[in-house]
């Protein structure tokens, strides 16, 4: 009867098991970073219109205290 090896894998269905394994958690690291990287977009967007409205709203104010008070 010959030896098992000591490494893994033991043989070839453990290593097509394993390759099998590893594509699972590569689609499952990939959907993951894709979810965080769209969080991370949306959050960016919401603050530069954010950001994009407050200067918006100075700019006015800046340009109705001029107008009024050059009365």
């Known amino acids: ?3 098992k090896r000591e490494t893994f ?3 070839a269905e ?3 098991l394993d390759v099998e394994l590893t594509r699972q958690e590569l689609g ?3 959907e993951a970073l894709a979810k ?3 969080t991370t977009a949306q959050t ?3 603050v530069a ?3 994009g409205a407050a200067v918006g709203a100075v700019v006015l104010a800046i340009v109705l205290i001029r107008k009024f ?3």
């Open 1 to 3: 009867m010959p030896e």
């Open 9 to 11: 894998p033991y043989d």
């Open 14 to 16: 453990e290593a097509r």
């Open 28 to 30: 499952e690291t990939a």
């Open 36 to 38: 965080k990287m769209k």
């Open 44 to 46: 960016t967007q919401r």
């Open 49 to 51: 219109l954010s950001t």
């Open 69 to 71: 008070a050059g009365r």
